[in-house]
């Protein structure tokens, strides 16, 4: 009876919120854009449509949450 080597998860939570790009950078969506839109200015909102690329510090942890990616 051999013993099977457990499967690589990536992590839900960075799956719903990083994707890959083409040039292999990871991008997220701005955080704030659900709720008290309110009182937020016009040129914030916009703001938040835009997609940011996460810090390249990070592509060594965001590749380990992310490894079918």
Known sequence: ???KPG???TQSGAK???KMTGSGKYGHNKAAHNHLLQQ???KQKRA???TM???AVYNKQLKRMLPGM
């Open 1 to 3: 009876n051999k013993c």
């Open 7 to 9: 499967k690589i998860r």
């Open 16 to 18: 719903k919120r990083f």
């Open 40 to 42: 937020k200015s016009k």
């Open 48 to 50: 938040f449509g835009h």
């Open 53 to 55: 690329t996460a810090p």
